[in-house]
């Protein structure tokens, strides 16, 4: 039983360094459900953070890009708020 209770946190502790892995962006396009024009738009105007390393080689942090992403999530609450005032 204690070997199961080991793997377990084997798994755990791989699944947290996979996540850490750069991803490329047709990768993290699906992982938006967004086109990879989409990724290209957000890269161009500096929306999400990427590494380039020479001219093609382009990849992404999942962590970092959804901590971007994040940025731009709206509060409904504080919109409602915001119009009772006004």
């Known amino acids: 039983m204690r070997r199961r209770a ?3 946190a084997m ?7 996979d996540a850490r892995k ?4 047709p990768r993290l396009a699906g992982r938006y459900e967004v ?3 989409t990724v290209d738009y957000w890269m161009k105007n500096g929306v999400i953070p990427f590494i ?7 990849r992404f ?6 901590a971007a ?3 731009f999530k709206i509060n409904p609450e504080a919109k409602r708020r915001a119009a009772r005032r006004a």
């Open 6 to 8: 080991e793997s377990w």
């Open 11 to 17: 798994k755990t502790n791989d699944d947290a360094h």
């Open 22 to 25: 750069l991803v490329k962006k």
């Open 35 to 37: 086109s990879t024009r």
């Open 52 to 58: 380039k390393i020479g001219s093609k080689f382009v």
């Open 61 to 66: 942090d999942p962590l970092e890009c959804d």
């Open 69 to 71: 992403i994040a940025r």
